[in-house]
């Protein structure tokens, strides 16, 4: 029997709403804690900004949501050119402090006011480009021969370079982390030759195993170090690969991590006991936070809610015969599976620090916000997909 929605309400797909809503509450919930604990006197604006950006992301998402997919392929071109215009910003407005404290130029920072971070909204620009030029390519395919593979992933290049090398000047490694793992998904989803890509993959495995087996030496670090890496990121690789080593100092925060988390036990302490110093656990640090309190049920309770959320996503996904947003999709389940894999990896100790937030948990407008807007265009597929039942 054939279903017919009339009303947009019930086009919605609240069954992927709903983990989200989870996810965002105990987000409030944890910045709540690590900020009435290590800032009691900004506890107010901390909230009351956290609001405002949860109800512009909440309002984004509603908007997106009913974008069709021809508006979405005619103003894919214009949000990757304004996205790529506004990693220029932060090259020339930033902060000095944050970047003596984070190394990178970021932020865009204007009269000592931290406004926000044009990279979080550059993936979702970089994720429907991606998309676009792949049903162009695939379009036009005149043949199966692996050179029209190459030539794929030679669109991919030119359209990812411009990014990296903007992240590059910014000198934020974590988050060109991410959109190589955007790219990645969606290469593989792309349907180029294993005959291609494994010997890439082998050659990143085996330049990972190179580069830790050199850091591994003092002299190989000072090469490092003398070819321009810099200082901050080789502080945080050695904090990985030994921790307790060096537990007063560059380690502090991933020992105190580990401690916090390891503290809280089965159940937690409970609600707004945090008994550790862990810095900045009220954005790259928040899983401490679900640990210390809420314990390892916490802990997976959250863990769950990413799974409930990736398991919908995919069940959209394989609904649509809609090409252009199946690769949207899967370009925004692999952003939100890489944050989540790498932030509490390095909460955990698994993964070196990148200075990657917790979606929808994490203290901060720029990435709540886009998160949000990726949420709309999933919620966008199920909407249209039901539209045409």
């Not at 105190?256 to 089965?266: A, H, P």
């Not at 952003?335 to 929808?360: D, K, S």
């Amino acid at each position: 029997m054939v279903k017919h929605f009339k009303t947009w309400e019930q086009r919605v797909d609240y069954s992927l709403l709903l983990p989200v809503f989870f996810l965002i509450v105990i987000g409030f919930l944890s910045v709540y804690v690590a900020t009435a604990v290590d800032y009691p006197d900004r506890l107010g604006n901390v909230l009351l900004l956290q609001g405002l950006w949860l109800s512009l992301g909440v309002f984004g998402a509603f908007v997106v949501m009913f974008f069709n997919t021809k508006f979405l392929w005619k103003a894919t071109p214009w949000f990757y050119i304004l996205g790529l215009a506004a990693m220029f910003l932060p090259l020339f407005f930033y902060s000095p402090s944050l970047y003596t404290a984070t190394g990178s130029k970021n932020w865009v920072t204007i009269n000592n006011i931290t406004i926000y971070q044009p990279s979080e909204f550059m993936k979702i620009a970089y994720i429907l480009v991606l998309a676009r030029a792949t049903v162009v390519f695939q379009k036009k395919r005149k043949s199966k021969e692996l050179v029209e593979d190459w030539k794929l992933l030679g669109i991919y290049a030119l359209l990812t370079f411009p990014v990296l090398v903007l992240l590059a000047a910014q000198k934020d490694l974590g988050t060109a982390l991410v959109f190589i793992a955007i790219l990645s998904g969606v290469v593989v989803l792309s349907g180029i030759s294993w005959k291609i890509l494994l010997p890439i993959i082998f050659a990143i495995a085996l330049s990972i195993v190179g580069f830790l087996v050199l850091f591994s030496f003092e002299q190989g670090r000072e090469w490092l170090f003398n070819l321009g890496m810099d200082t901050y990121q080789i502080n945080r690789i050695s904090a990985w690969l030994d921790p307790f080593a060096y537990a007063t100092g560059i380690a502090y925060q991933q020992t105190q991590s580990l401690v916090s988390i390891g503290s809280g036990g089965l159940l937690g302490k409970g609600f707004k006991i945090v008994e550790l110093s862990v810095p900045v656990r009220e954005s790259d640090m928040i899983f401490t936070v679900i640990g210390e309190n809420f314990g390892f049920v916490g802990s997976a309770f959250v863990l769950v809610c990413y799974l409930w959320l990736f398991y919908r996503m995919l069940r959209i996904t394989l609904e649509s015969n809609n090409r252009f947003y199946t690769v949207i999709a899967v370009g925004f389940i692999m952003m939100i599976l890489f944050h989540v894999f790498e932030n509490i990896g390095a909460a955990l100790g698994i993964l070196p620090l990148t200075g990657i937030p917790l979606p929808f948990i994490s203290q901060g407008g720029s990435s709540l916000i886009s998160n949000l807007i990726g949420v709309g265009l999933i919620l966008s597929m199920a909407y249209h997909n039901k539209l045409g039942k």
